[in-house]
């Protein structure tokens, strides 16, 4: 009876070590700052397009004309400006949050109510603004409150419009388990469907920050004496358009700040309303 040769041990094959992706440092330095290189990239081509076909300032100044504009103007005048604007906005956006709140809160709790007013709301967002702007200055005075009622009333139909869909949003198991342990109307609603509206809440006061702002350069545009809306309206008068491009530049960062505020408050007070990509 033969008896098989053990078979030798085979040597085990060699485990290389793969050198580490030199790309993806520059992978994650591309995804982090694509945004600041897009940016820079769009202003050197603008200020290479405006050297190299001559395009008078008036009509589109280059970057660098309106830094030197921006500088020629004094800073306490950039901060009347800018305090002007910002006051304004800020009153209208937090009017806007006191009215839209409560309102929202109502619609949803009552379907007589929703049917009756909604309709309503919807006039009067479909109503241009603009056109009625001047009457509402008319009616108010030429004070700050004309300028705040104009702001509340371009800001707050997300806010409604979102809170209401984040109220309705709650899972109906949760409402019948609430009811089913005698809770009251108040604790359903502060403590199931409000956390349920929140992402939704917070979603319409980041857009409705940046209506704040428009909605107060639209008032400065109809009546007002200070306030970027104005020194825009003032430049463009007498076509200094790299001076008016200097304050529309100061609008997009007040927009943006105030835009990142309301992100970092979510963030802070109730980072669970947040998507897990972002808390």
């Known amino acids: 009876m033969a008896v098989s040769s053990p078979v030798p041990p085979q040597p085990e094959a060699a485990t290389e070590t793969a050198p580490p992706d030199a790309r993806a440092p520059l992978s994650v330095w591309l995804d982090r700052s694509a945004p600041a290189v897009a940016f820079l990239a769009v202003l050197a081509a603008w200020e290479g397009a405006t050297r190299l076909f001559a395009i008078p300032s008036f009509l589109l100044p280059a970057p660098s004309a309106v830094v030197t504009a921006a500088l020629a103007t004094p800073l306490e005048v950039w901060l009347g400006h800018v305090w002007a604007t910002l006051r304004v906005a800020l009153m209208g956006y937090g009017l806007a949050i006191l009215v839209s709140v409560p309102l929202a809160v109502a619609l949803a709790s009552s379907r007589l109510l929703s049917r009756t007013l909604y309709p309503l709301l919807v006039v009067v967002q479909s109503t241009p603004i603009v056109a009625i702007a001047p009457i509402i200055v008319v009616t108010l005075g030429a004070s700050d409150l004309p300028r705040i009622v104009i702001t509340f009333l371009i800001t707050f139909f997300p806010i409604v419009v979102s809170t209401v869909t984040g109220l309705l949003s709650t899972p109906e198991e949760l409402i019948e388990l609430s009811r089913s342990l005698r809770a009251g109307r108040t604790r359903e609603i502060l403590h ?75 963030k802070r007070l109730v980072p669970w309303s947040l998507p897990k990509s972002e808390r």
């Not at 940046?210 to 004496?225: D, K, Q, R, S, Y």
């Open 192 to 266: 199931i469907r409000l956390p349920y509206a929140l992402p939704h809440l917070f979603s319409a006061l980041k857009i409705s920050t940046t209506l704040a702002v428009i909605g107060a350069v639209v008032a400065e545009f109809v009546a007002a004496e200070r306030g970027l809306g104005f020194f825009i309206l003032f430049s463009t008068s007498f076509f200094k358009i790299p001076a008016a491009f200097a304050g529309l530049v100061l609008l997009v960062a007040i927009s943006l700040l105030l835009f990142r505020l309301v992100g970092l408050v979510q």
